[in-house]
């Protein structure tokens, strides 16, 4: 394995074009057809030593053999193990690609189709440890009350669970820029301070379970423009299953556990979003929800 690594690197192909020092993130392209990343470990004589990235070796190249990645912005490679911020939650991945500070995931666990481009106020080292951020946004909390990273809650429509990321300035000034768990970058706002609450401390009794009764299917491509996608019935372990046009879909049964607070189908259509969903209490209690996957919730509200 290292002889063959070894080859890659005499091998390389692309032609230095950037002042590089100790730190910086290169790639470089083999005969092979496969692109390699790393990180320059050394410096000697005009010889680089590159650490590569998912890979445990190094090896000293020329500078001719390699490019340095244009990274002012990205703070994780291609191949990083990292946490991903999903609904308040931390999940584990990798990172697949990365274009400045956007970075495509791979959520460990799960198929393809749930793979995203997320920004770095969402990753976290694998371990618990975030990396330092580099952003246009305006760090300084002025007279706010709030700080970087503190979990609010945010008005837009109604009160959503969010992340302080950012402080306006400019045209945006007194604003603070929030992003709202468990949906895509593309749906940060900059919402004025008086939108903006801390979370309420009531706790949810969670001994019972989902309540019986109708829940909406929301799909949330967006935070601000959910779709109906469907609806299903709860009755003491029972559901039925209607399409966006109310018409019954099929049948099945479920049980709940208390201890993980999740909602296991034993049998009908729902178990195709999964076989478990998570279960939540909102609002103090006024909305049921049942997280069918990322971005598709059963939502049940009595007012």
Known sequence: MKLFLTLVACTALYVYSFAQTIGSKVTFSAVDGKTYTGTVKDISNNQYKIKYDGVDFEAW???????????????????????????????????????????????????????????SERLRQQGG??????????????????????????????????????????????YIKVHYDGYSSGSDQYIKESNIRLPKNTTADYTSGPRNGRYTILSYGSVTNPITIGYFD????????????????????YVYSADTKQVRWQSGPLKEYGEVSNFEIDREGKTHKIRLNRATIGSNSVD
């Open 61 to 119: 190249l020329k500078r001719e053999q390699f490019k340095l990645l244009d990274n002012s912005t990205s703070n994780y490679s291609v191949g990083s193990k990292v946490e991903i911020l999903w609904s308040g939650s931390w999940y584990k991945g990798e990172i697949l690609e990365v274009n400045n500070d956007k970075y495509k995931i791979h959520y460990d666990g799960y198929g393809s189709n749930w793979d995203e481009w997320v920004t």
């Open 129 to 174: 440890t975030m990396t330092a951020t580099n952003t246009s946004e305006n760090t300084s909390t002025g007279n706010s009350k709030y700080k970087i990273g503190q979990h609010v809650e945010a008005w837009n429509v109604d009160w959503y669970k969010a992340t302080v990321i950012g402080f306006g300035s400019g045209n945006y000034e007194g």
């Open 234 to 253: 709860l009755a003491n372990g029972n559901y039925t299953y209607y399409d966006a046009g109310k018409n019954v879909r099929g049948r099945g049964s």
